[in-house]
């Protein structure tokens, strides 16, 4: 192998990694919010965990984060606690931080 190939695929094996890193902070960042959200909605235990799930799942409908933070907002409105989209954006962004400092720290 010649120091090119090395250093492709060192850089492919780094964007790998990468990318596996993104979608687990994504994932626990919508998990942490799910559970944000569920906690607002009066849900604990199984029934937190599960709605928890159901955000995660939400995020795979259409690109980006409006998918989650449409699915969180209407269900927060239909139990009558309405919150604007902003704040669940705001919630959001705290909330991926917080996922990626988790991950830092388990790797």
Do not use: C
Request: no cysteine.
């Amino acid at each position: 192998m010649t120091t090119f190939d090395d250093r492709k695929n060192t850089f492919e094996s780094k964007f790998a990694h990468d990318e596996e890193m993104r979608f687990k902070a994504t994932a626990r960042r919508n998990k942490l919010f799910g559970l944000w959200a569920a906690e607002k909605l009066g849900k604990t235990g199984v029934d937190a965990e599960a709605y928890a799930k159901e955000v995660i799942a939400s995020d795979f409908e259409k690109p980006g984060d409006e998918d989650v933070i449409e699915k969180v907002e209407r269900d927060l409105a239909s139990a009558g606690q309405a919150v604007p989209a902003a704040t669940l954006r705001a919630q959001l962004a705290k909330l991926g931080d917080a996922a990626k400092q988790q991950l830092m720290t388990e790797a």
